[in-house]
Structures are given as structure tokens and as C-alpha cells.
């Protein structure tokens, strides 16, 4: 008998290559949005410091005044980071979406899987019948005598 050969092997591996794809794009969408939470919490530590800094300079000030009459350093860091939150917005929602296309590949590959399981557990069926049906003509060529027995 032949050996078992999956008809829809390529198809199996294309899907699997797809999915790694996509394992591999959400890996690179998680690392952009721990950068950008990393690029915001040196931003915040940047604006603390030079928040301080101003309000040892001009005492008798709170915070909120000294924001007032901050330099441009600050509205400049407040700008960017109202652009680094909405990147992670946007960055957050290009992570479900990928999460979503990796839903359906990983679903694709499970149904490939199960058909060729099913695929070989139905070509061992076949050989084990065949290869029982071998044993049972040698035995009754090489033993006809123990056979009469029976």
C-alpha cells in the first residue's frame, strides 16, 4: 500500500504560514506599544521634572500657575503627548483587529488539522484491514493444518 500522502497539504502549510505571519505582525504591534508607554512615561517624567524645576524657580506658585507661564518645552510635551495617546489608540486598535485575523487563521488551521487527522485515521483503518487481510492468507497458506483445528 501505498504511503499517506495529505491532499491538502499545501493548503495546510499555506494557512500555518499565514498564521505565523500574523504572529509575527502582532508581535510587532505589541513592541510599538510598549515603546510608545515607554516614550509617554519618559515624556511625564520630562514634563515632572521641568514642572519642579519652574516651581523652585518662581516660589510661592502652584503647579497649575506655573503650567501658566511654563516655557514652550512644556506645551511642546503636552502636545506630543496628546499625539503618543492617540497613536496608542490607534496602535490599540490595529492590535484587536490582528487579534481578530489571528482568531480566524488559528481557526482555519485547526479545521485543516482535524481533516487530515481524520484523513489519517482513515487511511490506517484501510491499511490495518488490508495488512489483517495479508496475515490471515499466509497463515492459511504457511498453517492449514492449525487452521483446520479452528
Not at 97 to 113: S, T
Request: proline share 1%.
Amino acid at each position: 500500500m501505498r504511503p499517506f500522502k495529505f491532499k491538502l497539504a499545501a493548503l495546510l502549510r499555506m494557512r500555518e504560514f499565514k498564521k505565523q505571519q500574523i504572529e509575527v505582525e502582532l508581535g510587532k504591534i505589541v513592541q510599538q506599544i510598549n515603546d510608545l508607554h515607554e516614550q509617554l512615561a519618559d515624556l511625564e517624567r520630562q514634563m515632572s521634572d521641568a514642572y519642579h524645576i519652574y516651581a523652585q524657580r518662581v516660589a510661592g506658585m502652584d503647579l497649575a500657575t506655573c503650567y501658566q507661564y511654563a516655557g514652550d518645552f512644556l506645551k511642546a510635551a503636552q502636545a506630543k503627548k496628546e499625539e503618543l495617546i492617540e497613536q496608542g489608540k490607534q496602535l490599540e486598535q490595529a492590535y484587536q483587529n490582528k487579534l481578530q485575523e489571528m482568531q480566524r487563521a488559528m481557526g482555519d488551521v485547526k479545521v485543516m488539522e482535524k481533516v487530515k487527522a481524520k484523513a489519517w485515521e482513515a487511511y490506517r483503518k484501510r491499511y490495518n484491514k488490508l495488512l489483517g487481510r495479508e496475515q490471515e492468507d499466509n497463515m492459511i497458506m504457511h498453517y492449514p493444518e492449525k487452521l483446520a483445528k479452528l
